[in-house]
């Protein structure tokens, strides 16, 4: 289901917002991303594609795990992962009400 975080409020509360330049097959270019650091007892990191709402959110130390700390390896093979499953979900009729919100909030960013 669709997680949103104001980004505004994280900017002035934490640190700024940095925007990144990525192309990931099966995604329009330009496809920029947006993404923030958010200190809390553990660090994270917040992004989302720019122009949506919708918030992904890893632990520094997973991302560290998993892409040693590339962050555009773990973009694109998360934006790669979540395009198969929008297209999954509207060959089976997006059953469910978050499905729609996020095929309508990525129509325009992805290619079907």
Not at 2 to 20: A, G, K, R, W, Y
Request: aromatic share 14%.
């Amino acid at each position: 289901m669709p997680h949103h975080v104001n980004f505004d409020t994280l900017e002035n509360q934490l640190s700024d917002v940095d925007i990144m330049d990525i192309d990931v097959i099966g995604w329009k270019k330009p496809l920029q991303i947006e993404y923030v650091y958010v200190k809390d007892h553990v660090n994270k990191l917040f992004w989302r594609v720019k122009g949506t709402t919708h918030t992904f959110t890893i632990e520094l130390e997973q991302l560290n795990k998993i892409s040693q700390g590339d962050y555009v390896l773990h973009f694109q093979q998360a934006l790669t992962v979540f395009r198969d499953d929008l297209i999954k979900w509207a060959a089976e009729g997006l059953t469910e009400k978050w499905m729609r919100e996020y095929l309508y909030m990525y129509k325009n960013y992805i290619i079907l």
